[in-house]
């Protein structure tokens, strides 16, 4: 458990880490990373990039089977640096 974060690592190998989030109003949200420090996606190599999908696959089926969720979401964040062109927002 990372008392700072607080969030409980649920899963590793040599590679990858995710954890979930424990408490509060995130409860259950879980972050899968590699283990080595990157600045974008794009900086995966190696087995790194060779592995992501396999991974992501198969930490959704583990979420999905421990917690009974209909779906499992990947969402990948990045920071906003330069402009970029951006649709056009929808009105209500």
């Known amino acids: 458990m990372d008392e700072a974060l607080m969030v409980e690592e649920v899963w590793s190998d040599r590679l990858w880490r995710l954890t979930t989030t424990t408490v509060g109003e995130l409860a259950g949200y879980s972050y899968l ?33 421990e917690t009974g969720a209909e779906l499992v979401y990947l969402y990948v964040f990045r920071r906003r ?12």
Do not use: M, Q, Y
């Open 33 to 65: 990373a590699p283990l080595r420090h990157i600045s974008h996606i794009t900086d995966l190599d190696g087995e790194e990039a060779t592995t992501f999908g396999a991974t992501v696959a198969a930490a959704s089926r583990a979420i999905k089977d």
């Open 81 to 92: 640096r330069g402009t970029f062109p951006r649709p056009p927002r929808a009105t209500p």
